[in-house]
């Protein structure tokens, strides 16, 4: 594995690997196939990017995440990989040279839709490349009790069985509940997987609930956010007229905000998120049509207006909050209405017109039992973090009664942005109380002087993204800022050390921030 944690480093800036990433990849590398089950944020990607920049061939990786590819490409380009993606942006003479290029070596990894798979334009390029290793993000997708059931998902075992030599197949996802994972072995055709299950604890996330009217909700979400005046967030919403009325009152009340639901053209909606992911706008508002498309790291509260249909559709919304490791809050904004709504909603018959009767029946009664758990915890007396590993199966031992981070466990109540709201400064700890910070960066108290700084770092990396032509997550993250802030390196090994830049970030962006850093 000094291989791999080399390629880690050299890559990626990071000294170490995360909980259960060195035993996915050592399984792959062995040539085994696995299944990563990994928390929002704890680098599932990273399982198959470094077996894809040390592996001879093309990696091959199945996403439904057809707005984000380029992205995700433009960011293993920033780690020195060599990305290229296959989808339907691309015109059909642009699709023939990325698979000539491929053919020629050019790339260590291709990401591609599902419907990709049964192309036979793109079966013939495969069988003709060497292809060792096919990794599947978001499996959930492949079973019928998952939130976001894809059925082309379900033709990804007969892709791997038409290659000419069947290479390890890893299957990553983050919210997983023990049927949905079973499914995925089978349906996916995992062969005696190493299985990685490393928890859904997200520590740095806050979660609270509260019973509001709709009303209600738009006044709290305003003094929220003008009590956070430098915090990019998402919230969700359940209709299109909802979507658009929170987001003009936002607007009205002076927040940077954008629209995204299905009502909108394709350019508008692809507009809006470049422009939250470029933080051009500070808040997304959006309907679950926003759903698995970002991947932005410095997120810094998600808000659920309404009730999700299930647990496992409310923890991949929330978990895009803080997946950059800093603290983060989640909050859960419903009222009866939300629950008439919901069961409405499920009354629809909306099945394939194939599916048995008796397999409708079983379905449908499924997703009534994902409401009600969504019910439960919305209004649970508990604590709502030991409420949602219990429901994704895991070991509750060693998981204190009093998670002290969440609205049960503090007694939070609404009120508080409900009255007109306090500005106040956001850096490190003074933002966010239950923030758990680096052991070795916790002993250096936050000052007015850091806030500048980090600031500066901020407006830095903006302008440098903006020149790139990349979101200023993919230069650095927020969590790599404020290391830098505490830090202060004065030298490029220095800066090399700080988790998260890495050579090739070092080599193309250390001079500026050490210029910045050091006041040159």
């Known amino acids: 594995m000094a291989d791999a944690l080399a390629t880690l480093g050299r890559h990626f800036g990071?000294?170490?690997?995360?909980?259960?990433?060195?035993?996915?990849?050592?399984?792959?590398?062995?040539?085994r196939d696995a299944l990563a089950v990994m928390p929002t944020g704890a680098g599932k990607s990273v399982c198959y990017q470094v077996p894809a920049a040390m592996l001879e061939g093309l990696t091959i990786v199945v996403s439904p995440l057809i707005s984000l590819m380029g992205d995700q490409v433009r960011g293993l380009k920033e780690a020195g990989i060599r990305g290229s993606y296959l989808n339907s942006t691309l015109t059909p003479r642009q699709q023939e040279v990325v698979m000539a290029r491929a053919a020629q070596g050019w790339y260590d990894l291709m990401y591609?839709?599902?419907?990709?798979?049964?192309?036979?334009?793109?079966?013939?390029?495969?069988?003709?490349?060497?292809?060792?290793?096919?990794a599947v993000d978001e499996a959930h997708c492949v079973s019928q009790w998952g939130q976001d059931f894809r059925p082309a998902y379900q033709g990804i075992a007969?892709?791997?069985?038409?290659?000419?030599?069947?290479?390890?197949?890893?299957?990553?996802?983050?919210t997983a509940t023990r049927r949905v994972r079973d499914d995925i072995v089978r349906l996916i055709g995992l062969h005696d997987p190493a299985v990685q299950v490393t928890g859904f604890d997200r520590p740095n996330l806050s979660l609270f609930s509260f019973m509001l009217t709709p009303k209600e909700r738009r006044r709290w979400m305003v003094g929220y956010m003008l009590a956070h005046p430098d915090d990019p967030g998402i919230v969700y919403a359940s209709t299109r007229k909802q979507v658009d009325q929170i987001?003009?009152?936002?607007?009205?009340?002076?927040?940077?905000?954008?629209?995204y639901h299905a009502g909108y053209q394709n350019e508008d909606r692809a507009e809006a998120q470049r422009r939250f992911e470029m933080d051009d706008v500070r808040v997304m508002v959006a309907t679950n049509a926003f759903g698995m498309g970002i991947d932005k790291?410095?997120?810094?509260?998600?808000?659920?207006?309404?009730?999700?249909?299930?647990?496992?559709?409310?923890?991949?919304?929330?978990?895009?909050?803080?997946?950059?490791?800093e603290p983060a809050e989640c909050y859960l904004l419903w009222s009866r209405g939300d629950i008439r709504t919901c069961r409405f909603l499920l009354d629809r018959d909306d099945a394939a017109p194939d599916v048995p009767e008796a397999d409708r029946e079983r379905l449908y009664r499924s997703r009534r039992a994902l409401l009600n758990q969504m019910i439960d915890y919305a209004e649970?007396?508990?604590?709502?973090?030991?409420?949602?590993?219990?429901?994704?199966?895991?070991?509750?031992?060693?998981?204190?009664?009093?998670?002290?981070?969440?609205?049960?466990?503090?007694?939070?109540?609404?009120?508080?942005y409900l009255r007109p709201a306090r500005t106040g400064a956001t850096f490190g700890r003074g933002a966010y109380a239950s923030a758990a910070l680096d052991a070795r960066d916790a002993a250096l108290e936050a000052t007015d002087g850091d806030e500048e700084l980090f600031q500066r770092l901020r407006a830095l990396r903006k302008r440098l993204a903006h020149q790139m032509g990349v979101p200023p997550y993919v230069v650095f993250t927020d969590a790599t800022l404020?290391?830098?802030?505490?830090?202060?390196?004065?030298?490029?090994?220095?800066?090399?050390?700080?988790?998260?830049?890495?050579?090739?970030?070092?080599?193309?962006?250390?001079q500026a921030f050490l210029d910045e850093i050091n006041g040159n």
């Open 14 to 31: 990071y000294a170490s690997f995360r909980p259960g990433q060195a035993e996915v990849i050592e399984a792959l590398l062995q040539g």
């Open 112 to 134: 591609v839709a599902p419907e990709r798979l049964a192309d036979p334009r793109f079966r013939s390029f495969a069988s003709g490349v060497r292809v060792p290793l096919v």
């Open 158 to 174: 007969d892709f791997v069985a038409s290659l000419p030599e069947r290479p390890p197949v890893v299957a990553a996802t983050a």
């Open 247 to 259: 987001a003009q009152e936002l607007l009205d009340a002076g927040v940077s905000a954008a629209s």
């Open 297 to 325: 790291s410095n997120v810094r509260f998600v808000i659920n207006s309404g009730l999700p249909l299930s647990l496992e559709e409310y923890y991949q919304e929330a978990g895009r909050a803080g997946r950059d490791g």
């Open 380 to 416: 649970s007396t508990t604590c709502l973090r030991r409420r949602i590993l219990r429901y994704f199966g895991q070991d509750l031992s060693g998981v204190p009664e009093d998670c002290g981070s969440c609205s049960v466990c503090t007694g939070a109540s609404a009120d508080r």
């Open 482 to 510: 404020r290391a830098m802030v505490r830090r202060r390196p004065r030298d490029e090994e220095a800066l090399l050390q700080v988790p998260g830049v890495g050579q090739k970030r070092l080599e193309r962006y250390g």
